[in-house]
């Protein structure tokens, strides 16, 4: 039995908010800058009544709609978010009642940026164990809420976004293997390190990031865990149809498709347009590929993730 993928869908709030945008805004930066570096060129920043359950929903109800599949008949819902709507319940919880769905077992999962990519993973096994049957995975982040915009190295990078997969139990090969990991030695290279206490945010309440760092570990750990991803399937990189990485940097991904032996072309790249979406990062870019028609079914593909913890993960399926 294999977790394979129903249905995909994703949403972004509002309208692009380019470079220029930011830096007409007061951020301290330049379209030159932040392309050069980053290769982020737009990203979409939610209306501040707007939430990540609010942009889950509408993934969601997407990737029912591509699935062919009732919310009704979900029995776990996985929301992968930094960003929640409350401190609880669960934004998973959340979701769960504007979808309408009752008796499904939901959860968040906290892993940063590789949050999708670690919910991919456990939903995975609960399908393979046979306790549940549909999944639906979900990555949302409204990451505006805790930029700092009076730090031009951190706020240029970040934005808004939802993407949503339903898996089901199938006989047809689906997740093939999955590898995740995390090193909390390196927790103060990107956090957000505010607590609640007593009815107030206690500490600084936004991103800190120590950029080079984080550049120098993304690039190290994403070929290192794509291999052992494929070594566990007896997948050779060369059999990659397409590698879905999480969307930081376009350097930090083209250094990744080196040193796996990729051609550009078979990257999916997103980065440019949405900025960095943290958890929602990897499921907007799978579903944009595969609604201009870039991937098709019975192709591999090799999803990565990499963020705050440090976390670190990937998951190779047959689409
Ligand atoms: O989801 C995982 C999370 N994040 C990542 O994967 C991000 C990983 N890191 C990176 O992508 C890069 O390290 C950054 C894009 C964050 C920074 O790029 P960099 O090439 O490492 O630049 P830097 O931090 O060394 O900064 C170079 C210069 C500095 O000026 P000085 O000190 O050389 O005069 C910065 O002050 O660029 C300046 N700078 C900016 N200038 C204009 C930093 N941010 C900006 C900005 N606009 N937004």
Request: proline share 3%; aromatic share 6%; net charge negative.
């Amino acid at each position: 039995m294999f977790a394979r993928i129903a249905g995909v869908g994703s949403f972004l709030p509002g309208s692009p908010v380019s470079n220029d945008e930011l830096a007409r805004r007061g951020v301290d930066t330049t379209d030159e800058w932040i392309v050069t570096r980053t290769g982020i060129r737009t990203r979409y920043l939610a209306e501040s009544s707007c939430t990540s359950s609010d942009l889950a929903f509408e993934a969601s109800r997407r990737a029912l709609e591509a699935a062919g599949t009732s919310a009704a008949e979900i029995d776990l819902i996985i929301v992968a978010t930094s960003t929640p709507d409350y401190i609880f319940p669960s934004t998973a919880c959340l979701l769960q009642g504007k979808l309408g769905n009752v008796g499904a077992m939901a959860f968040d999962i906290q892993a940063v940026c590789s949050g999708f990519v670690y919910a991919m993973s456990v939903a995975e096994k609960f399908i393979r164990s046979g306790s549940h049957k549909k999944a639906l995975v979900v990555g949302a982040e409204v990451f505006s809420r805790i930029l700092d915009w009076q730090d031009r190295t951190t706020c240029v990078l970040f934005g808004d976004g939802a993407g949503a997969v339903v898996l089901e139990a199938s006989e047809t090969p689906g997740i093939l293997a999955t590898a995740s990991h995390a090193d909390g030695s390196q927790h103060n290279i990107l956090s957000v390190a505010g607590q609640v206490c007593g009815g107030k945010v206690t500490g600084d309440p936004f991103l800190r990031m120590d950029g080079q760092a984080v550049f120098k570990f993304a690039v190290r750990v994403l070929s290192e865990v794509a291999n052992e991803c494929c070594g566990a399937a007896g997948v050779a990189s060369s059999e990659i149809d397409w590698l879905i990485p999480h969307q930081a940097n376009i350097r930090i991904i083209e250094s990744t498709a080196k040193k796996l032996g990729l051609s550009m072309d078979k990257v999916v790249v997103t980065v440019d347009q949405h900025g960095n979406t943290s958890a929602a990062s990897v499921p907007l870019a799978l579903d944009a590929a595969i609604r201009d028609g870039r991937i098709q079914r019975g192709q591999k593909l090799l999803l990565e993730g990499v963020g705050g913890g440090f976390t670190w993960g990937a998951a190779l399926l047959q689409f």
